[in-house]
């Protein structure tokens, strides 16, 4: 029983159905999100609809002045970013400059081979998309949500089960339960889950269960005009990415890498998962993430061994001088 609760199976590792051992009995494939950042023109109509659709207030806009990245950062009242990385790369061609990017137009800008639609239809050339070099400078856009993580440590510590794991798969938080503890905050490995400050209660993506339960796709899958994200069963959706990179490395884009799929992964793998162009770090994403609840079953089995070491030495404290006494009258009873 102990082992089935702290064992690696609901901590840590791999976890193929972490619906069902939430206790969903006949639950339907998990769905997610795969985010190609590759085909992100930056137009932040997956932040407005989710903002609209969830009716979140608006938190500040405030241009970093480095890029128009007015939003800067998940939070509480932001569930979908549009990252704005602008770098500073070698021109293509020129001395010292990566293999990065597809063919150059007459115009010197890149060429990126397009995702197939959802219809089938695409396939074809893109200019100067996220990946796009034009001489010394390129834009990376990325949309960054909640991870929906397969061992979720916001869901692990969260004392009230206002963090909770769907039928799909998914890690909703309510906020009529929340009571503003924010264990949570610390324990996300991405930093992802914020209190907002009027009232202290958490607030997160919820890929828009109410959406889901209806049939729907999340609104800001249903907004995004390019297909950069795409929400499906995960399985068909590693599937489909993993055609992406290929294709992209195809075309000379050898940096294209996913993030976040591998179900081996420190969290078990990520319910949204992303195609980068780049390092992680770049987009502000943690290389190696960790579920902070993976080592408490060591941690505990430790505590564990203390108090029982802590115990029968209090024990031993007290019984040591009534067995010497027990002892003693023993000896004077032997010489009478
Ligand atoms: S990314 Fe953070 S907030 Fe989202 S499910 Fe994972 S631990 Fe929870
Ligand atoms: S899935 Fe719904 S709640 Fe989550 S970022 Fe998209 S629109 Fe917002
Ligand atoms: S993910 Fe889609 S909707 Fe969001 S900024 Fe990129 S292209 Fe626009």
Same mark, same amino acid.
């Given at each position: 029983?102990?082992? @089935?609760?702290?064992?690696? @199976?609901?901590?840590?590792?791999?976890?193929?159905?972490?619906?069902?051992? %939430?206790?969903?009995?006949?639950?339907?494939?998990?769905?997610?999100?795969?985010?190609?950042?590759?085909?992100?023109?930056?137009?932040? =109509?997956?932040?407005?609809?989710?903002?609209?659709?969830?009716?979140? $207030?608006?938190?500040?806009?405030?241009?970093?002045?480095?890029?128009?990245?007015?939003?800067?950062?998940?939070?509480?009242?932001?569930?979908?970013?549009?990252?704005?990385?602008?770098?500073?790369?070698?021109?293509?061609?020129?001395?010292?400059? $990566?293999?990065?990017?597809? +063919?150059?137009? %007459?115009?010197?800008?890149?060429?990126?081979?397009?995702?197939?639609?959802?219809?089938?239809?695409?396939?074809?050339?893109?200019?100067?998309? !996220?990946?796009?070099?034009?001489?010394?400078?390129? &834009? *990376?856009?990325?949309?960054?949500?909640?991870?929906?993580?397969? @061992?979720?440590? /916001?869901?692990?510590?969260?004392?009230?089960?206002?963090?909770?794991?769907?039928?799909?798969?998914? #890690?909703?938080?309510?906020?009529?339960?929340?009571?503003?503890?924010?264990?949570?905050?610390? =324990?996300?490995?991405?930093?992802?889950?914020?209190?907002?400050?009027?009232?202290?209660?958490?607030?997160?993506?919820?890929? /828009?269960?109410?959406?889901?339960?209806?049939?729907?796709? +999340?609104?800001?899958?249903?907004?995004? $005009?390019?297909?950069?994200?795409?929400?499906?069963?995960?399985?068909?959706?590693?599937?489909? =990415?993993?055609?992406?990179?290929?294709? *992209?490395? %195809?075309?000379? #884009?050898?940096?294209?890498?996913?993030?976040?799929?591998?179900?081996?992964? !420190?969290?078990?793998?990520?319910?949204?998962?992303?195609?980068?162009?780049?390092?992680?770090?770049?987009?502000?994403? $943690?290389?190696?993430? #960790? #579920?902070?609840?993976?080592?408490?079953?060591?941690? &505990?089995? @430790?505590?564990?061994?203390?108090?029982?070491?802590?115990?029968?030495?209090? %024990?031993?404290?007290?019984?040591?001088?009534?067995?010497?006494?027990?002892?003693?009258?023993?000896?004077?009873?032997?010489?009478?």
């Amino acid at each position: 029983m102990t082992d @089935h609760l702290l064992g690696d @199976h609901l901590l840590s590792g791999i976890e193929p159905g972490p619906a069902r051992d %939430a206790g969903h009995s006949g639950a339907p494939p998990r769905t997610g999100f795969f985010t190609d950042t590759s085909v992100c023109i930056g137009c932040k =109509a997956c932040e407005v609809a989710c903002k609209e659709w969830n009716a979140l $207030p608006e938190d500040g806009l405030s241009l970093s002045g480095m890029s128009y990245d007015n939003t800067q950062g998940l939070g509480a009242s932001t569930w979908r970013h549009v990252a704005f990385i602008e770098q500073e790369v070698p021109a293509r061609g020129g001395p010292g400059a $990566p293999a990065r990017g597809g +063919p150059l137009t %007459a115009e010197g800008r890149t060429q990126l081979p397009l995702a197939e639609t959802s219809d089938g239809t695409g396939g074809g050339l893109d200019e100067g998309t !996220g990946g796009g070099t034009g001489g010394d400078l390129r &834009w *990376l856009m990325a949309s960054d949500v909640c991870k929906h993580c397969t @061992h979720a440590a /916001c869901l692990d510590v969260c004392p009230t089960g206002s963090l909770f794991r769907t039928e799909f798969g998914t #890690v909703v938080v309510q906020e009529d339960i929340c009571n503003g503890c924010g264990y949570c905050v610390p =324990a996300c490995p991405y930093g992802v889950i914020e209190q907002r400050p009027s009232d202290g209660r958490a607030f997160k993506c919820t890929m /828009c269960y109410d959406r889901l339960g209806a049939g729907q796709e +999340p609104a800001c899958a249903k907004a995004c $005009p390019t297909e950069s994200i795409q929400y499906g069963p995960l399985d068909e959706l590693r599937e489909r =990415a993993a055609l992406r990179v290929d294709q *992209l490395h %195809a075309a000379g #884009v050898t940096d294209a890498r996913l993030y976040g799929h591998e179900p081996d992964d !420190g969290v078990g793998g990520d319910g949204a998962f992303f195609l980068l162009l780049d390092e992680p770090e770049v987009y502000g994403l $943690p290389p190696d993430p #960790v #579920v902070t609840t993976r080592d408490l079953p060591a941690m &505990w089995k @430790h505590a564990g061994t203390a108090a029982l070491t802590l115990a029968g030495g209090i %024990a031993l404290a007290f019984a040591g001088p009534a067995l010497r006494q027990l002892g003693a009258a023993t000896v004077r009873r032997g010489r009478r």
